[in-house]
């Protein structure tokens, strides 16, 4: 025999609210609802609507306004809600109607008595939800990144790995892999600390996700390394994508009081047929490392000589960390004279590789690969030290107090945030006067890192150091630069030099060097002087200075120390 | 020539073609509606061996003005009768109609976002008097409950849903549905209809119920698991005294189950739902949409004469809920069950028996995997059921 309607109501009720699936309260009261022919179910509590299904916007409202007396009838649009209200412990209430068919008395009381196991229901029900939701959130942060709420590198490895997996469906879109590195990160959180680092971190996250389509991905790798995997109908697709990137992070970003001027390099890999997550992320990160190479601020795109290249890259790397730890770096002078009289005024210090098998090496065989790495500030501060310590000892020798030294810097080392402060140390313990030593950098890093250098500069002139722009006439120097930084030399390319006599167009740039110099008081060096007719030109246009074979070739500080001191250095300063 | 009913408040016509080619198809419906004011809204039910690529693109093409939705079928229904792989257009105009059209995929957010996203064009529409939403879903593509749930969270209790689950001529691999030129699979596509004049639901089924009520003691999802504490399958076998052969051959158990479903109690009717297969290893049967827990279950039957009855119930239902009001045409939503109950001669009663209920005014439909029909309550997703939305 078929039971009653209402028992009945009171079986599928209740078991709607017993699932073990809650995926959520609103699944709950639609079968609530279905069980017992309502319109209307809903869950209030204290004033606020915890869910409800069938209720427009403003019948929510009248709702809860009326839920405090549990009225049996309200008027809302379509007819008489016939209401039906539970108690669910506190003050939270479930609500059933049913539009113009009024509730029996026994489906009434029947409700109102299993309102307490729907409360335990509705707890468990609350429980479980809690714990999935613990359960997820478990999951995101094992695979996002808690700064910027990315995907990390396992989600990233994860989806990608997905995609190719879909690959043969997509032929038509090519999958590409952006490796996306912020350019001199480590400068800024060395010099305005890792709260401005991080702040960096979450705008680029922020620029790549506007970039992107919705469909891509976009993902933190480590520290600056930030990735975005997107298909497009073409290859220019995803260039187009990381031209757009590059221009949006070059634009300046106001952080910790200071305008930071920043920028990104990117490389970009297409995936072929048989490439695995982990080598599209690699051949990017390689593209990436020659955008960089070109100049920073730009992208590259990744060709199979980028692997050859890369490991002979770490090979030289490798070789050269050993190098240093070996102390096969050493430091060779070169002397600079004066140009009109030929006396000696002082030293450039030059850094050689005494390779155990390959020989001496000169820097354009490592100093890129050491720019790239972290050495070139261990390499530029060994050099500084081994030429201000031999050359103090030499100034305290009679009539060379007047002996000046200088020595290159890069790009890199020059914006470390506690350059000042080691090279302080080393002017301490040399005992060197810091007036009589300059320190070399390209006309290029001075400019392209006027906004991130300004400090450290700062903190160079207040040691006293002054610089020597090299290469100078390469670049695209302001002159407003060259007078706000303690300029003191301004040297000539060898370039110009070497054609003096032959291209007149070098003649008048060697000219308005030596012009430019005279008119800001600083001094102008010529590179590279090797015959007497580009000495009798340079001293005909006014040049004080010369460097080149003419005047001597670089040389070890002992052979140097032999060659121009060796008579006056009493045997007990000797090193 | 100008269309004569171009001036008439509302207004139905239909066009139907059995041409293979589909094209050729497309234009045999479109010149049987000839002449034709430019429609509110063109449904297109087809069946899936039709290009819906190509049949969109030409037919909004044709009729740039009008919302354009459809589905693939299990079969069609025209104003001739019951079809085969053929292709039947439904055109509504008039100026007392309105019509807004929406879309939702299932494949990130399941079917309860699908249709609630295809219903929030209600949010759009400009209301007249009545409204109702139809929609259609992909037959295949889970817990249908699921799609009226997600159009009854925009639509609430004042707009009636109407509508059904495309098929695909009971291959059961991948039905279409169609919005304007896009054509979408595992989604949902509704058209809000508003008019001056009554629209009406009817839904009427035929089955009885052979068996006492059974407690439905364990299901999840569509897979119904036990009544009374028993392996579905095996009570559903027993019940049935099924042979051997039947119980072991999927064809052979789905064929009979086409006619006879699981019925649901619901307080003034039964509903039904429709069993798509079993799980020999677990012995529970697979239903197109949930039979909920708790809930009384019956295992029923239905004969040629009470479904076919149910199909002149469900037609004067819609009809009577127009306040008096003729019909100018009727879109019908046939479950492709009742077909294989009452047979291709059955199938032409069928139509004629609307047909003659509703005066013989234009209408069209589809066989479908599953019918819609929500006018009370909450719930309104049924199997085994003709349901009939009518115009006035």
Redesign the interface.
């Known amino acids: 025999m078929e039971p009653s309607w209402s028992l009945h109501l009171l079986s599928e009720v209740l078991s709607a609210f017993s699932t073990d699936d809650p995926d959520n309260l609103r699944d709950v009261l639609n079968r609530v609802a279905e069980s017992v022919d309502a319109e209307v179910c809903a869950v209030t509590n204290a004033g606020h609507m915890e869910c409800s299904i069938g209720l427009a916007e403003e019948e929510r409202s009248r709702v809860l306004e009326l839920a405090p007396s549990r009225p049996h009838t309200m008027g809302i649009s379509g007819g008489t809600l016939c209401s039906c209200w539970a108690p669910l412990g506190g003050e939270r209430q479930l609500l059933i109607g049913r539009i113009d068919v009024p509730f029996e008395l026994e489906e009434r009381s029947l409700l109102r008595a299993m309102a307490r196991s729907i409360e335990l229901s509705l707890r468990m029900l609350e429980a479980i939800t809690a714990e999935r939701q613990a359960r997820r959130d478990a999951s995101h942060q094992a695979r996002h990144d808690p700064l910027t709420g990315l995907p990390n590198r396992v989600l990233v490895l994860e989806t990608l790995n997905r995609w190719l997996q879909r690959r043969p469906g997509l032929m038509d879109k090519p999958i590409a892999v952006l490796f996306i590195d912020v350019d001199r990160f480590k400068w800024v959180n060395d010099a305005h600390g890792h709260a401005a680092g991080d702040a960096l971190l979450v705008h680029v996250s922020r620029i790549l996700q506007t970039a992107v389509r919705r469909d891509d991905l976009v993902g933190r790798l480590s520290g600056d390394e930030f990735i975005v995997i997107t298909r497009s109908s073409s290859r220019d697709g995803a260039r187009d994508l990381a031209q757009r990137i590059v221009k949006a992070v070059r634009k300046p970003l106001r952080l910790a009081g200071t305008e930071l001027s920043h920028s990104a390099s990117i490389g970009i890999c297409f995936a072929g047929q048989t490439d695995t997550a982990s080598t599209l992320i690699e051949n990017a990160d390689m593209a990436m490392y020659r955008a960089k190479a070109q100049g920073r601020g730009r992208y590259a795109v990744f060709e199979p000589m980028l692997r050859e290249q890369a490991r002979e890259r770490l090979e030289l790397e490798e070789a050269l960390r050993h190098a240093v730890d070996q102390m096969q770096i050493e430091t060779h002078l070169q002397p600079v004279v004066q140009i009109r009289t030929g006396q000696l005024v002082g030293f450039e210090a030059l850094v050689r590789w005494n390779h155990p098998r390959r020989g001496l090496l000169s820097p354009q065989h490592f100093i890129s690969a050491a720019e790239e790495s972290d050495l070139i500030e261990e390499i530029d501060l060994a050099v500084f030290s081994a030429a201000t310590a031999a050359v103090a000892r030499w100034q305290r020798l009679p009539g060379w107090d007047h002996l000046r030294i200088s020595s290159n810097v890069s790009a890199r080392t020059l914006s470390s945030a506690d350059l000042v402060k080691r090279l302080q140390s080393r002017l301490m313990s040399s005992g060197i006067n810091a007036a009589q030593v300059y320190l070399e950098i390209t006309e290029t890093s001075l400019v392209d890192d006027i906004q991130a250098t300004g400090d450290t500069i700062k903190g160079l002139q207040d040691l006293g150091l002054k610089l020597a722009i090299d290469d100078f006439g390469t670049g695209y120097s302001s002159l407003l630069y060259l007078k706000r930084f303690p300029v003191g030399l301004l040297k000539i390319d060898q370039s110009f030099v070497a054609d003096l006599g032959r291209d007149p167009d070098d003649e008048t740039i060697a000219r308005a060097i030596v012009s430019l110099a005279r008119a800001l008081g600083v001094q102008a060096v010529a590179e590279g002087v090797e015959t007497a007719d580009q000495e009798k030109r340079l001293r005909k246009m006014g040049c004080e200075c010369g460097q080149g074979y003419r005047y001597g070739r670089p040389l070890p500080i002992a052979t140097v120390e032999r060659q121009w001191f060796g008579a006056a250095i009493p045997v007990q300063t000797r090193s | 020539m100008a269309d004569p009913l171009a001036n008439q408040p509302t207004w139905v016509k239909v066009g139907s073609s059995t041409e293979r080619d589909t094209l050729s198809a497309l234009e045999e419906a479109l010149r049987a509606m000839q002449p034709l004011h430019p429609p509110k809204l063109l449904v297109v039910f087809a069946s899936p061996l039709h290009d819906f690529g190509r049949l969109a693109e030409h037919l909004q093409a044709a009729m740039p003005e009008s919302t354009v939705i459809g589905c693939s079928s299990a079969g069609e229904i025209a104003g001739s009768g019951a079809l085969r792989q053929g292709l039947v257009l439904w055109a509504l105009g008039g100026s007392a109609i309105t019509v807004c059209s929406g879309w939702g995929e299932a494949d990130q957010q399941g079917l309860r976002g699908a249709a609630a996203d295809a219903a929030a064009c209600l949010n759009q529409i400009e209301r007249r008097r009545h409204t109702v939403l139809l929609l259609l879903s992909d037959g295949l593509a889970g817990n249908q ?1 699921d799609v009226v ?1 997600g159009a ?2 925009i639509a ?3 707009v009636p849903l109407v509508g059904g689950c495309a098929g695909d001529d009971l291959a059961m691999r991948r039905t279409r549905q169609l919005h304007g030129t896009r054509v979408l699979s595992n989604a949902v596509v509704a058209a809000a209809i508003s008019s001056d004049h009554p629209l009406g639901v009817g839904v009427s089924h035929g089955w009885t119920p052979l068996s ?2 059974m ?2 003691t364990d299901s ?1 999802g569509t897979r119904l698991e036990r009544l009374d504490d028993q392996p579905a399958l095996d009570v559903y076998c027993h019940f049935f005294d099924l042979d051997e052969a039947v119980r072991h051959d999927a064809t052979a158990f789905a064929t009979f189950a086409e006619t006879h479903p699981i019925g649901i ?4 009717r039964i509903e039904m739902r429709h069993i798509t297969g079993r799980d020999l290893e677990n012995r529970t049967l697979l239903m197109v949409a949930e039979v ?5 279950a019956f295992l029923t039957q239905g004969d040629v004469g009470s479904v076919l009855a149910a199909a002149a119930t469900s037609t004067e239902e819609a009809i009577n809920a127009l306040g008096g009001r003729e019909p100018v045409g009727l879109l019908l939503f046939d479950c492709v069950s009742r077909r294989s109950v009452f047979g291709e001669e059955g199938a032409q009663d069928e139509t004629e028996r609307i047909s003659a209920c509703s005066g013989g005014v234009p209408m069209a439909g589809f066989y479908t995997y599953g019918e819609i029909a929500r006018t ?4 309104g997703f049924h199997n085994q059921t003709l349901v009939t939305l009518a115009i006035g």
Request: aromatic letters at 4%; a positive charge; charged letters at 30%.
């Open positions: 409950m749930r009854y969270d609430h209790h004042d006492a009520p407690l439905v999840r109690r619901r307080r003034d909920p827990q708790g809930g009384l009370s309550g909450s719930g």
